[in-house]
């Protein structure tokens, strides 16, 4: 009975991995297409200067891409959510099972074929370190950018970023140093980040935990907001 659950959880998982797959593909291609030359961008004027649509664009198809592609952005959070929920009962029994995906492989195949499964299920979920003290500091969100449609706020303070944090680190400095290759290298991959923000109600510091998806956009960098390094 719970093998038989486990593989149904490793297909779901397989299904999803694959969805996730596509609409990362399908983002790439729709900002490839808004942003290349003579491209309106993301979120570029579709008027002239006296208000009237532009001639040189199809509006039409811009919107539709444009509509699109924030779709896709919800989805692949819904995605990656159910992903990593899905991931924490299926990796801890991983290495007690070698069960074959079809009927009528060799033990090598089977072996092979679970090695690389679970190999591509832990790359779903990034590890989050354990929280340290705040090493880095958000501001300048963009509207529309990654770091805004995750939900990252000016002024919040970082604390983990993926696997960076100055528990792993050793320091805020060796942290906020090693946090722009961090970013390149998760390119298109859902990012947990934990960071303190200031409840303007209760003037109370609270930990925070989105999940930010690094890719290009119509702006700076791969995140659309600015990140200092925090100075205690």
């Avoid at 009237?52 to 819904?78: A, C, G, M, N, W």
């Avoid at 002024?155 to 320091?171: L, Y």
Wanted: proline share 5%; glycine share 6%; aromatic share 4%.
């Amino acid at each position: 009975m719970t093998s038989t659950s486990q593989e149904d959880k490793r297909q779901r998982a397989r299904a999803l991995l694959r969805q996730r797959e596509a609409i990362e593909e399908e983002i790439k291609n729709i900002t490839s297409s808004l942003t290349g030359p003579g491209g309106p961008g993301l979120r570029g004027n579709l008027v002239d200067s006296e208000g009237f649509p532009r001639s040189d664009l199809d509006i039409v198809s811009i919107r539709s891409q444009r509509q699109r592609i924030s779709q896709l952005y919800t989805e692949h959070k819904v995605i990656t959510d159910e992903l990593e929920q899905l991931l924490h009962s299926i990796l801890g029994r991983d290495n007690q099972s070698a069960s074959a995906l079809e009927s009528g492989t060799s033990n090598v195949e089977r072996v092979t074929q679970n090695s690389i499964e679970s190999k591509q299920l832990e790359s779903v979920s990034v590890r989050l370190a354990p929280c340290g003290k705040p090493f880095a500091v958000v501001d300048r969100v963009v509207p529309a950018s990654p770091a805004d449609v995750a939900g990252l706020k000016d002024g919040d303070r970082i604390t983990a970023f993926a696997d960076i944090s100055t528990e792993t680190k050793g320091s805020e400095a060796e942290s906020y140093r090693a946090l722009a290759a961090t970013v390149r290298d998760f390119l298109y991959v859902s990012v947990p980040v934990t960071v303190e923000r200031l409840n303007p109600e209760t003037h109370e510091v609270g930990l925070v935990h989105v999940n930010v998806t690094p890719m290009p956009w119509d702006g700076p960098g791969l995140l659309g907001c600015e990140i200092r390094q925090f100075l205690s």
